[in-house]
């Protein structure tokens, strides 16, 4: 692994692991989606939470039929963090799928501003702030006892220092 992503990998396990109102963390370049960190770290556990290689769903369509859509989470995020709604396959992050419930094209934390997405899943969430050239996403489990203010909390001062630093 090259010493800046492992840098990342320990900068995410920081600012969103450490304190635990995160269990699992992922940054991805906006270019294209594909995370390039996670944490936490230890056995690269972060990267079984996170994602998952391309894999088939059977998704609902408009009509009510199903069919059977190959899901690529790299172009799923890209495609959320640019048009802060879900693709037509919806957002899938490491083989989980999470429905987008608030966006916000201006979050702001202190002097920063970023777009924030939130999406859900039964008992979980991902918290995810898009910054100038980063996509960053922090995931919480309630059964875990974390909550989706916490880690929220906790990934907009993260991504208020990644904004500082030009990221």
């Known amino acids: ?25 992922g940054m991805a370049q906006l270019e294209d989606g594909a995370f390039y960190a996670a944490a936490p770290q230890e056995a690269e556990a972060g990267w079984g939470f996170i994602f998952k290689e391309d894999h088939e769903q059977m998704i609902m369509q408009d009509d009510m039929s199903e069919k059977k859509m190959t899901i690529n989470e790299a172009s799923a995020l890209k495609f959320a963090a640019e048009n802060l709604k879900a693709p037509p396959e919806g957002l899938w992050l490491g083989g989980q799928k999470y429905k987008i419930t608030r966006t916000d094209k201006e979050y702001q934390v202190g002097d920063q501003t970023f777009i924030y ?35 929220t909390k906790a990934l907009a001062a993260y991504a208020e220092w990644m904004v500082t630093e030009g990221y």
């Open 117 to 151: 997405i939130f999406a859900a899943a039964p008992k979980k969430g991902v918290s995810i702030a898009v910054t100038k050239t980063q996509i960053i996403c922090a995931f919480f489990d309630e059964e875990k006892g974390q909550t989706a203010g916490n880690c």
């Open 1 to 25: 692994m090259a010493e800046e992503e492992a840098s990342w990998d320990q900068s995410l396990e920081e600012w969103l692991i450490t304190e635990g109102y995160c269990y699992a963390a």
